[in-house]
């Protein structure tokens, strides 16, 4: 009888529970969103991180290209930022005989109660081999920005090497 009642108990306190759907909170004072929380993003983000990771990999720049706005806002791990177009990309992209980029975690986000535009944190390790030879190898933290049109339109780069 008591194993029956415990686990009455156990089925009624289960379904008490709530799983939290929010948290955080984005405190930017000039927003009008300050002391929103954050929720998950469902759009296809996570699904279009993994696209652009396999052809990032495979340094397909039109591929790659297909998952950004004409326009990219690229604040790079030592804070330079610049307005980085197709052309840009593809300039990158040629300097390189191979990329690895290793995604470990991707958490999509937007602020409670907005237009669905929205972000992507990736942590991940690359290491890329120059043409000429040199090997850049990170733990990088990246914020993908996602605008209306499911374009990443913004990217920030938080990093350290990899002895």
Known sequence: ????LFIIAMAVSMTQMNAQTEGGKYLDPASKFKNRPFVFS?????????KLNE???KIDFKTCMSFCADKVTFTDFEGNKE???????????????????????IVP???KDT???SGVIVVATETRV??????????????FMFDLNMKINSITQYAQAIK
């Open 115 to 117: 237009d669905p535009s």
């Open 55 to 57: 052809a990032y990999n």
């Open 130 to 143: 120059g043409k000429d030879g040199t090997v850049w190898k990170k733990e990088l933290t990246e914020m």
């Open 83 to 105: 307005v980085l177009t197709g052309k840009d990309w593809e300039g990158f992209f040629a300097g390189f005989k191979s990329l690895d980029w290793k995604i470990i975690g």
């Open 42 to 50: 469902n759009r296809g983000e996570t699904e279009a991180i993994m």
């Open 1 to 4: 009888m008591k194993k029956v």
């Open 109 to 111: 986000i937007r602020i």
